[in-house]
Every structure is written in structure tokens, then in C-alpha cells.
């Protein structure tokens, strides 16, 4: 599976911005696809991720309410809406696909289980 990662680029602390991530080559009915950041020195960080067979989604404590995932099955994209932004939220943003072999498999925000990643989207929050 390949994974491309846009939306990404500069916005104004408060704020709004939408990232996609296109997969390609494989079929997803067994995947689950996530979103992380790393901000530079520091951790890669889970953000949200969601099961492709029905729309399940985990996320990050920290995060949520002000970060949304979503999918579109017949794009083959996932969706990172990111609300009320802040520039402690500046990172590189890096879409993620796990290939579970299963319908039942519970979400991670481990990212070493994921297989696939694509290259990352900077996002970069101002002040």
C-alpha cells in the first residue's frame, strides 16, 4: 500500500486546516489507517486513527474534540480535520496504514504496528 499525505501548509493560530491521505494499491477492508505528528526534537505522537471495515475511530486524549478522522471508502482517503489550532501543534503530520488480516482487531495508537507509511505533511501553526 502507498500512502500520499496532503493539505498540510501555514495557518493562523485558531485556525482550521484538512489534511487527506490517498491510499493505493491494496484493499482496506482489513486495514486501519492513522495519523501522527512529530514536531521537530521531539517523539512521534499518535493522533487519531480509524478501522476501514466500520469507521471506528480512536484518538488522542489530548487531541480530541478539536481533531477529527474520517474516511471515504470510495476515494480510498482518510481525513484529518483539524479545528482551533494552536502552534504547539506545529509537526510533521504522517499518515499510517496497518494491515490487521482481520475485521475484529482492536485500535492502537502504537506506531509500530503499522506498516505503511507515507511521507508526511508539514503543518505549521502561527502565532
Same mark, same amino acid.
Given at each position: 500500500? /502507498? +500512502?500520499?499525505?496532503? $493539505? #498540510?501548509? +501555514? !495557518? /493562523?493560530?485558531?485556525?482550521?486546516?484538512? +489534511?487527506?491521505?490517498?491510499?493505493?494499491? $491494496?484493499? +482496506?477492508?482489513? @486495514?486501519?489507517?492513522?495519523? =501522527?505528528? /512529530?514536531?521537530?526534537?521531539?517523539?512521534?505522537? =499518535?493522533?487519531?486513527?480509524?478501522?476501514?471495515? &466500520?469507521? %471506528?475511530?480512536?484518538?488522542?486524549?489530548?487531541?480530541? #474534540?478539536? =481533531?477529527?478522522?474520517?474516511? &471515504?471508502?470510495?476515494? &480510498?482517503?482518510?481525513?484529518?480535520?483539524?479545528?482551533?489550532?494552536?502552534?504547539? %501543534?506545529?509537526?510533521? @503530520?504522517?499518515?499510517?496504514?496497518?494491515?490487521?488480516?482481520? =475485521?475484529? !482487531?482492536?485500535?492502537?495508537?502504537?506506531?509500530? !504496528?503499522?506498516?505503511?507509511?507515507?511521507?508526511?505533511?508539514?503543518?505549521?501553526?502561527?502565532?
Amino acid at each position: 500500500v /502507498q +500512502l500520499q499525505a496532503s $493539505g #498540510g501548509g +501555514l !495557518v /493562523q493560530a485558531g485556525g482550521s486546516l484538512g +489534511l487527506s491521505c490517498a491510499a493505493s494499491g $491494496g484493499t +482496506l477492508s482489513k @486495514y486501519h489507517m492513522g495519523w =501522527f505528528r /512529530q514536531a521537530p526534537g521531539k517523539e512521534r505522537e =499518535f493522533v487519531s486513527a480509524i478501522r476501514w471495515s &466500520d469507521g %471506528d475511530t480512536v484518538s488522542s486524549n489530548s487531541l480530541k #474534540g478539536r =481533531f477529527t478522522i474520517s474516511k &471515504d471508502n470510495a476515494k &480510498d482517503t482518510i481525513y484529518l480535520q483539524m479545528n482551533s489550532l494552536q502552534s504547539e %501543534d506545529t509537526a510533521l @503530520y504522517y499518515c499510517a496504514a496497518r494491515n490487521t488480516r482481520s =475485521f475484529r !482487531v482492536t485500535l492502537t495508537r502504537e506506531a509500530s !504496528v503499522y506498516q505503511y507509511w507515507g511521507r508526511g505533511t508539514q503543518v505549521t501553526v502561527s502565532a
